[in-house]
């Protein structure tokens, strides 16, 4: 069955550290995105991709990045972690076009930054 | 700027019926969805309306007036594992969804 995996599931890191948060989807869709969620501010969009060597910045994109060399994977970069990227990391992807409305999220990555 | 409404909490007993409105304020709007969360958990896709008027699948139904900007979802024949989050979600013309904040339904025996 067709799937969307995040690794690691918890991870704790010290401030100022490089993380990378990894995305794979056997869906082989083109849509591919990263959220955080925090108490209070519901779902929000880091970085998104549309495909290959696609990639955009969301309403909260500062201080991360994305990379796509494939069609399957999306990592998520913290480039020097802060407090405040201690978070709920989702990734989620969805066909190009007819199926935009329905995203597949994965389990979440717990991130805190220490 | 975008921005969604949804209250933050409703309480219901098992087997009534309850309504989760969702008001937005967007440009570029192609549809509202609903999605699911459970205890953090992955959230999972419920439905989604393009045009004005009433989905329904089984249990859920949602409603959307895009001359009101407002939407809603219907939970009928309430369960206690209907207790979760829930969220709107408005698609805009970039292929993006923009979440509300979420309804924290406690459905109570």
């Known amino acids: 069955d067709a799937e969307i995996t995040q690794s690691p599931r918890h991870k704790i890191t010290e401030t100022g550290r490089q993380v990378t948060l990894a995305c794979h989807q056997t869906w082989n869709h083109n849509n591919m995105f990263w959220y955080r969620q925090d108490l209070g501010h519901g779902l929000r969009l880091i970085h998104y991709s549309y495909g290959v060597q696609d990639t955009n910045k969301g309403e909260v994109s500062d201080g991360y990045s994305v990379s796509r060399s494939n069609t399957e994977d999306l990592p998520l970069t913290l480039e020097s972690a802060a407090s405040s990227q201690t978070s709920v990391y989702f990734c989620?992807?969805?066909?190009?076009?007819?199926?935009?409305?329905?995203?597949?999220f994965g389990p979440g990555t717990r991130l805190t930054v220490t | 700027g975008q921005s969604l409404e949804q209250p933050s909490e409703v309480t219901a007993v098992e087997g009534a019926i309850v309504q989760i409105n969702c008001t937005y304020q967007?440009?570029?709007?192609?549809?509202l969805s609903w999605y699911q969360q459970h205890d953090g958990g992955a959230p999972t896709f419920l439905s989604y309306?393009?045009?004005?008027g009433l989905e329904e699948t089984g249990r859920f139904s949602s409603f959307l007036s895009r001359s009101d900007s407002y939407g809603y979802l219907l939970l009928q024949e309430l369960q206690m594992k209907d207790s979760a989050s829930y969220f709107c979600?408005?698609?805009?013309?970039?292929?993006?969804?923009?979440f509300g904040q979420g309804t924290e339904l406690s459905v109570k025996p």
């Open positions: 989620a992807s969805s066909e190009r076009t007819s199926g935009a409305y329905e995203q597949y």
């Open positions: 309306n393009a045009l004005d």
């Open positions: 967007t440009s570029g709007f192609y549809g």
């Open positions: 979600a408005v698609l805009n013309q970039g292929g993006k969804l923009i």
